[in-house]
């Protein structure tokens, strides 16, 4: 029973153009979601967040959206660029644990083509 | 000078063997964790201590025990390995979480087990 799905697992974006990662939750007691990207042979770092009570988040080329009705969420990245080729974690967490509980869901690879 | 370290990067080894694998982290963390993330790439907490008691332990068989000598440690020891066993295992840490606030997380670069 997976609380967050990334339904994609990969995408292929030319570089420039606009990527869309999608995310659905089931879980509507989750209080923020968060986007983290893994290279190959690293861990995942943190990239951008958004608290439950928002539906936008921006910065700088990354903006996440948040569909609360439609438990969905986001993230674009524009333009794209050759570097942004990672796979993106998408992950929730909620205050029943006291935020020490984060889940995450499978990744999405994304690829840039130059 | 790496905010998460964990080691070893790699480990082979048979059914039935005992390893642990270590983390230290540099940040000042109150909070640490361990994942698994299995063949199908999901990311799975299996535990977390805050400043080195145990808060989260998510049903993970008994073979697997955390240790955490200090806050800036949280070693894991596996016992009695298994072929199911295989997988990267990643260490994190976060500052203390207050509840319903934003906890990021600082992850290791993981620890590939495989059981053979």
């Known amino acids: 029973d997976q609380q967050v799905k990334q339904n994609s697992p990969s995408l292929s974006v030319q570089e420039g153009r606009i990527s869309i990662l999608n995310c659905d939750y089931t879980?509507?007691?989750?209080?923020?979601f968060l986007w983290y990207k893994k290279y190959p042979a690293e861990g995942p770092t943190f990239l951008i967040s958004?608290?439950?009570?928002?539906d936008k988040n921006e910065d700088g080329r990354f903006t996440v959206f948040l569909n609360k009705s439609a438990k969905h969420l986001s993230l674009h990245i524009v333009p794209s660029q050759p570097g942004d080729s990672a796979v993106y974690f998408c992950?929730?967490?909620?205050?029943?644990?006291?935020?020490?509980?984060?889940?995450f869901g499978a990744g999405t690879r994304l690829f840039v083509k130059a | 000078d790496t905010a998460v370290s964990q080691t070893p990067k790699y480990l082979v080894t048979q059914m039935g063997n005992d390893k642990s694998i270590k983390c230290e982290q540099n940040?000042?963390?109150?909070?640490m964790y361990w994942y698994k993330q299995d063949s199908k790439k999901f990311l799975k907490i299996m535990f977390s201590?805050?400043?080195?008691?145990?808060?989260i332990n998510e049903t993970v068989p008994n073979r697997f025990s955390p240790k955490s000598p200090d806050k800036a440690h949280l070693n894991l020891h596996i016992n009695s390995l298994e072929l199911g066993d295989s997988a990267v295992y990643f260490c994190?840490?976060?500052?203390?979480?207050?509840?319903?606030?934003?906890?990021?997380?600082?992850f290791g670069a993981g620890t590939r087990l495989s059981v053979l």
């Open positions: 994190a840490s976060s500052q203390k979480p207050s509840n319903r606030g934003l906890n990021i997380q600082y």
């Open positions: 879980n509507s007691m989750f209080d923020y």
């Open positions: 958004i608290s439950s009570i928002k």
């Open positions: 992950a929730a967490s909620s205050g029943d644990g006291g935020g020490f509980k984060t889940i």
């Open positions: 940040l000042g963390h109150d909070t």
């Open positions: 201590y805050n400043n080195k008691e145990l808060i």
